[in-house]
């Protein structure tokens, strides 16, 4: 999630120290939860990239799961605080759209949480994915965690946009806010609304092909104060393969 038009969030240093600490609580739960089987169900290998990687929250996440993992991002700020907090860890400060350092066909997994939330352009969107895509071992995937239209919508346990109802006149990338409840740094937070059918183009235009999707929603018997997300999918999780050419 992005602070401010074109700026990354994490440039903020007390935004970026704030978010480093989040783990999974309330409605980042409901995000993670139901990763480990879709992964299994989908991933033959153990090489993994997190794309966006931030303070390594996910990178640690694939970690556990037995990936050798690579972290990478735009930002210096949070690649130091994933280092800190992940000393044996692996992880990559590179420039934008720059995957020169990675090579092509190497992964058997490239992870994405929330990181094609905080991108505004179509084009950029499709010049990266394009980019990942070209880094998939023959049987690899790309598994995006991202938000749904309807989270700057709606109330959450961990997010509240009642403050924001220019959200419900947004279109498809436009700029819409929101409020990070577990944060002590309660300054809205900037994305860029997109909907499923944008991502079915964004896939279409990079040449990825959609085999999986999936939208979490929460579970009476959980121990977190649900709002909409017993009846309202706060995200959306993908898992896309390479396109194969026609015979």
């Known amino acids: 999630m992005a602070q401010g038009q074109g700026r990354n969030v994490y440039d903020d240093a007390q935004r970026a120290q704030s978010y480093a600490s989040l783990e999974f609580p309330g409605t980042y739960y409901l995000a993670y939860r139901d990763l480990p ?13 997190d794309f966006g990687c931030g303070a390594g929250r996910s990178t640690r996440f694939l970690q556990r799961m037995g990936f050798k993992a690579i972290g990478i991002d735009i ?3 949070m690649i130091e605080l994933a280092r800190n907090a992940d000393p044996d860890g692996s992880y ?6 720059n995957f020169s350092g990675l090579a092509p066909g190497s992964l058997d997994l490239i992870f994405s949480a929330f990181a094609f939330d905080n991108i505004p352009d179509r084009s950029r969107r499709a010049r990266l994915m394009r980019g990942l895509r070209e880094l998939l071992s023959e049987d690899g995937r790309i598994v995006l965690l991202d938000s749904t239209p309807e989270i700057y919508t709606h109330e959450w346990a961990s997010f509240t946009t009642q403050e924001f109802p220019q959200n419900r006149a947004a279109k498809s990338g436009d700029a819409v806010w929101i409020v990070i409840k577990n944060l002590a740094d309660h300054r809205p937070v900037l994305d860029f609304l997109w909907t499923h059918e944008d991502y079915l183009r964004l896939f279409a235009e990079s040449g990825s092909e959609l085999i999986a999707c999936h939208r979490p929603l929460g ?4 121990p977190y104060d649900w709002q909409s997300e017993l009846s309202i999918a706060p995200w959306v ?7 194969r050419p026609s015979a």
């Open 37 to 49: 089987a879709i992964i299994a169900a989908n991933i033959k290998g153990r090489v993994g990239l």
């Open 75 to 77: 930002s210096a700020s």
């Open 92 to 97: 990559a400060l590179i420039e934008d759209g």
């Open 219 to 222: 579970r009476e018997h959980e």
């Open 237 to 243: 999780i993908y898992v896309l393969g390479s396109l």
